[in-house]
């Protein structure tokens, strides 16, 4: 099963910028589609973004998230501009089979998360 630890959050005005990085480890790392969700207080986890060639997002978060992968460091990325305050959540990333999968929460597995708070 592939691990996963991600960075990168933290504090930021809205109309910033942030990147969070996710590091894969373990067997077929790189042989997974990878996802990113969010979670904000009171709230369901909910998806954000996936790649595997192709990416797919959330309507929410289109034209200003990007997700992409570097396959020889096993890392995904995502880069948020033009954050709100609603982007106020803990991030998680995932790994699973497909993007479809991901879509579905059928995840294989889950990082740890990490906070980004955007304030007003």
């Known amino acids: 099963q592939v691990q996963l630890v991600e960075s990168g959050g933290g504090l930021v005005q809205a109309g910033g910028s942030l990147r969070l990085p996710c590091a894969a480890s373990?067997?077929?790392?790189?042989?997974?589609?990878m996802g990113w969700f969010r979670q904000a207080p009171g709230k369901e986890r909910e998806f954000v973004a996936a790649?595997?060639?192709?990416?797919y997002y959330a309507d929410s978060v289109k034209g200003r998230f990007t997700i992409s992968r570097d396959n020889a460091k096993n890392t995904v990325y995502l880069q948020m501009n033009s954050l709100k305050p609603e982007d106020t959540a803990v991030y998680y990333c995932?790994?699973?089979?497909?993007?479809?999968?991901?879509?579905?929460?059928?995840?294989?597995?889950w990082g740890q998360g990490t906070q980004v708070t955007v304030s007003s």
């Open positions: 995932a790994a699973g089979s497909s993007i479809l999968n991901i879509t579905r929460r059928l995840v294989d597995s």
């Open positions: 373990g067997r077929s790392a790189g042989s997974y589609a």
């Open positions: 790649i595997r060639v192709t990416t």
